[in-house]
C-alpha cells in the first residue's frame, strides 16, 4: 500500500514523484495477485473432479451443477442472474443515439 504523506510536508515535484513510484509500486503488486488468484482458478475449473458416486467431471462442470442444485432448491435470482450471465445470454444495455444534423448549403446572399 502506497504511504501517504505526513501532515505539513509540502507537496512539490519530489514528493510526486515519490507518491507516484509507491502508486506504480502498489499497483503492480496488485495486478501480480489478480493474475495468481485467475490462475489459480482457471487450474481449479480445469482439474477434473470425482464424486462420492464415482462421476468424474471438471471443476467447472462440477461448479455448474453445484450453481443448478442451489437455484432449484432455493430459487434465489441472483444464482439465476449467474447462471444466465454465464451461458451467455446476459441482457446487454444499450444505448441507442440518433443525431440529425442539418446544414443548409445555399448562401443567403447569393441567391
Given at each position: 500500500?502506497?504511504?501517504?504523506?505526513?501532515?505539513?510536508?509540502?507537496?512539490?515535484?519530489?514528493?510526486?514523484?515519490?507518491?507516484g513510484?509507491n502508486?506504480?509500486?502498489?499497483?503492480?503488486?496488485?495486478?501480480?495477485?489478480?493474475?495468481?488468484?485467475?490462475d489459480?482458478?482457471?487450474?481449479?475449473?480445469?482439474?477434473?473432479i470425482?464424486?462420492?458416486?464415482?462421476?468424474?467431471?471438471?471443476?467447472?462442470?462440477?461448479?455448474?451443477?453445484?450453481?443448478?442444485?442451489?437455484?432449484?432448491?432455493?430459487?434465489?435470482?441472483?444464482?439465476?442472474?449467474?447462471?444466465?450471465?454465464?451461458?451467455?445470454?446476459?441482457?446487454?444495455d444499450?444505448?441507442?443515439?440518433?443525431?440529425?444534423?442539418?446544414?443548409?448549403?445555399?448562401?443567403?446572399?447569393?441567391?
Amino acid at each position: 500500500m502506497a504511504k501517504k504523506m505526513p501532515e505539513g510536508r509540502p507537496f512539490t515535484t519530489e514528493t510526486a514523484k515519490e507518491c507516484g513510484h509507491n502508486g506504480g509500486k502498489a499497483s503492480g503488486e496488485a495486478k501480480r495477485k489478480k493474475k495468481l488468484l485467475k490462475d489459480c482458478l482457471n487450474e481449479l475449473l480445469a482439474s477434473e473432479i470425482t464424486d462420492k458416486n464415482g462421476v468424474t467431471r471438471t471443476g467447472s462442470e462440477a461448479a455448474a451443477v453445484t450453481l443448478w442444485r442451489k437455484f432449484m432448491k432455493t430459487g434465489d435470482p441472483r444464482i439465476f442472474e449467474v447462471i444466465r450471465d454465464t451461458a451467455g445470454e446476459k441482457p446487454v444495455d444499450k444505448v441507442e443515439q440518433v443525431t440529425e444534423i442539418k446544414v443548409d448549403w445555399e448562401d443567403e446572399n447569393n441567391d
